[in-house]
């Protein structure tokens, strides 16, 4: 029987020719994965229960990122248990202030990811490392402990839904209209605990970037990965990345599928997700005039040099409205300064934007843009849920990055057409 290219990439990891749907299998790791906030809940585990060492210190990465630099005491002392345990166990992969930037965007940019390797990461977002043909997926402080002593975890193989890209983007749409285009079609439990599998003649016209957004969100369906195969454009991005040998993965020509799902790439158009829920999406034009309290350009789905490139277009020679304060957010360091070198941050901050450094930040309401009572944010993070970005009552509309800089301008929802 066929196989998925998430099913194959589990046959090789535990080391049986096939595998099927619900199966249960013990897979070895390739990388591990840990923020400041969930690391020391899985190194007071591993203490519990007497667990003195690691499997491989050169496949785990710690990342400080929700809360650093650090906002007030208690995740300083989150970092500082992290950093020790790093230095114990000789983990050099400790990315610290200076060095640091959101997880999710910095762990392909340095090259922990390849196609075909089985990953983990302690943080539901880690499903956008598909984007490289890589399965990934999210997992509890619990199995990051035991992924780190072990180098192996249970997993349940999941059944795929296939996911038939044509056509092309029109001009102001991307991957963050199609993943929330998708998820509006499906709901958040359309792909519950399956594999998202893209396919189709559009993926060539792609980019990077735009697949690390799709496959970042595929976990707002309830998908367990999501995965993209690898092409040119998946080995152009690899180049001068990764240098340990990899082998990708294709779906078999009779692997099985829940269902297909076609979408025209042609037929999408900018939109966004309203509060509370990143499948209420809708047209732009359907909350035109909306005002707009706070916008966020960053987060680990839309802080690639691609997004700051897309909201400096919009941005270029306007001011943002008076009434709203921006933050724009480059996801890693290497982002950071290559949007200095094209001249971007400039540009942003005489449009009347903040920039911040690298970090999470106001995404899951942590610092840098915490919203208060009854205020409306257009963000391009990737949840909209209630209290997400501060006040139980304040909303988050998703968006591209777009849509967010043109909404900035207008001071009300606009499309990025209007501005
Ligand atoms: Fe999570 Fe937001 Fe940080 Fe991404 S940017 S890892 S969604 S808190």
Request: glycine share 10%; proline share 5%; net charge negative.
């Amino acid at each position: 029987m066929g196989m998925t290219m998430t099913q194959k990439i589990f046959a090789r990891h535990c080391g049986r020719q096939e595998v099927q749907a619900g199966d249960l299998v013990y897979g070895a790791l390739d990388l591990v994965m840990g923020s400041d906030v969930t690391a020391p809940i899985a190194i007071h585990e591993m203490e519990k229960y007497g667990l003195k060492r690691v499997f491989d210190p050169n496949k785990i990465v710690l990342v400080m990122d929700h809360f650093a630099p650090n906002k007030d005491i208690r995740s300083a002392q989150n970092c500082a248990l992290a950093r020790q345990f790093a230095q114990q166990m000789g983990i050099s992969h400790f990315y610290d202030g200076g060095r640091m930037g959101i997880e999710h965007a910095l762990l392909p940019e340095q090259g922990f990811v390849a196609p075909g390797e089985l990953i983990i990461g302690a943080d539901s977002h880690t499903c956008t490392y598909g984007a490289l043909g890589a399965f990934s997926t999210g997992v509890g402080s619990t199995d990051m402990a035991a992924g780190m002593y072990a180098g192996k975890n249970w997993f349940k193989v999941p059944a795929a839904i296939l996911v038939n890209l044509t056509g092309r983007f029109s001009e102001y749409v991307g991957g963050k209209d199609l993943i929330l285009s998708l998820i509006g079609m499906i709901g958040v439990d359309g792909a519950r605990y399956k594999s998202i599998e893209f396919t189709g003649e559009a993926i060539a016209g792609i980019p990077m970037d735009d697949r690390f957004t799709i496959c970042n969100m595929a976990i707002e369906a309830g998908a367990k990965n999501a995965i993209f195969p690898v092409d040119q454009n998946t080995l152009d991005y690899l180049s001068g990345r990764v240098s340990r040998p990899f082998v990708p993965v294709e779906a078999d020509t009779d692997a099985s599928y829940v269902c297909t799902i076609d979408i025209n790439l042609s037929q999408l158009r900018p939109v966004l997700a309203a509060p509370f829920l990143p499948s209420n999406v809708k047209p732009v034009e359907h909350f035109r005039g909306l005002r707009v309290d706070q916008v966020v350009i960053g987060c680990c789905t839309n802080g690639r040099i691609s997004d700051l490139r897309m909201a400096a277009r919009i941005l270029k020679g306007r001011k943002i409205s008076e009434h709203v304060r921006c933050v724009i957010i480059p996801a890693t360091q290497e982002i950071y300064l290559q949007a200095i070198a094209e001249g971007l941050l400039e540009l942003f901050i005489q449009a009347g934007a903040t920039v911040s450094m690298p970090t999470c930040g106001p995404c899951n309401g942590g610092h840098v843009g915490v919203l208060s009572d009854h205020e409306r944010c257009v963000s391009t993070t990737n949840r909209n849920f209630v209290g997400r970005m501060g006040a139980r009552d304040s909303e988050i509309y998703l968006a591209s990055p777009a849509v967010a800089a043109a909404c900035a301008v207008a001071g009300t929802v606009v499309s990025p057409e209007e501005v």
